[in-house]
């Protein structure tokens, strides 16, 4: 069994920060944990991913982190100088036995 949960969402002003937190439990490896984000009406996008390495989309390269602790079985995705379009609904997934599993997500707003 895998669970993913997240937090640390909230309403922030543009230029402001936040760090979410994925934690998850599990009695296998976790090694690729994904973020991704979504708004209404809109398909989920990929925002980064690590693994052995760390990988980000050009529209947030320069401005997010991922990282993880091992140790607390939790990957964070540090957000910095948000911007309102920023704003959504922020998800980690993991894949296991060809299978996605996601968290429930976390909403991020990012006012003017």
């Known amino acids: 069994q895998v669970q993913l949960v997240e937090s640390g969402g909230g309403l922030v002003q543009a230029g402001g920060s936040l760090r979410l937190s994925c934690i998850y439990s599990?009695?296998?490896?976790?090694?690729?944990v994904s973020w991704h984000r979504q708004t209404p009406g809109k398909a989920r996008e990929w925002v980064a991913e690590?693994?052995?390495?760390?990988l980000y989309d050009r529209s947030v390269k320069g401005r997010f982190t991922v990282s993880r602790d091992n140790g607390k079985n939790t990957v964070y995705l540090q957000m910095n100088d948000l911007q309102p379009e920023d704003s959504a609904v922020y998800y980690c997934?993991?894949?296991?036995?060809?299978?996605?599993?996601w968290g429930v997500g976390t909403q991020v707003t990012v006012s003017s």
């Open positions: 997934k993991t894949r296991k036995f060809g299978t996605d599993i």
């Open positions: 599990s009695i296998y490896t976790i090694n690729t």
């Open positions: 690590i693994s052995d390495r760390t």
